[in-house]
């Protein structure tokens, strides 16, 4: 009879440690079969460190300023290089930043690409907003091609009245292209542009 209790605490453990491993299942599957969808997600819900859409940054400036770093991956199914233009950036709070990326199009023919993106420390991630992003578009690359893509972004004033973020000096902003599921842009005959994120169906 005294197992009992531990047999029960054994059973709720078990059922977290499975609850947990299923999250995260689903969340690698949305990465890599619909990256689309995993920002949406995110959004959403904030998980992953995801930032929030602004249409203009506020009108007030904060003294305090951040440093804002920029990092930049590529999965492995896409032939791509891509990288920041400028490692980091220091602004005030409240001040309308504009970073840049490039990316380039090493493989052989024409490729539709999509980008996910997340900011670290993850509890800085509601105060981090952006204004321009070419992550809320698809972008789309002939062999050999390259672009500069910008990032218009903030952060947001109210970040100064969280007390679990005085000890925050540095945002990073990390985002990773993929090889978008839809590649409809890429055929022959097809106008290369860009397809608007809420738009896209991957």
């Not at 199009?105 to 996910?116: Q, R």
Request: aromatic share 10%; with cysteine; proline share 6%.
């Amino acid at each position: 009879m005294a197992d009992r209790p531990t047999e029960r605490s054994n059973n709720r453990n078990l059922a977290v440690v499975a609850g947990i491993v299923g999250v995260m299942s689903a969340m690698t599957g949305l990465v890599v079969y619909s990256p689309t969808l995993y920002t949406m997600f995110c959004e959403a819900t904030g998980f992953g460190g995801a930032t929030k859409r602004a249409e203009a940054a506020p009108d007030s400036l904060a003294e305090r300023r951040i440093t804002v770093r920029f990092d930049a991956n590529v999965d492995q199914g896409l032939p791509w290089k891509f990288k920041p233009l400028q490692v980091s950036e220091k602004v005030q709070i409240g001040e309308n930043g504009l970073a840049f990326y490039t990316a380039t199009n090493t493989g052989s023919e024409p490729i539709v690409g999509t980008a996910t993106y997340s900011v670290t420390p993850y509890k800085a991630a509601a105060y981090f907003a952006k204004i321009q992003c070419f992550c809320f578009t698809e972008q789309v690359l002939e062999p050999g091609e390259s672009i500069e893509m910008p990032v218009s972004y903030f952060v947001d004033p109210l970040l100064l009245a969280d007390r679990n973020l005085d000890d925050v000096s540095t945002i990073t902003l990390s985002y990773t292209f993929f090889r978008a599921k839809d590649q409809h842009l890429a055929a022959p005959g097809k106008q290369t542009s860009q397809l608007p994120a809420d738009a896209r169906v991957n």
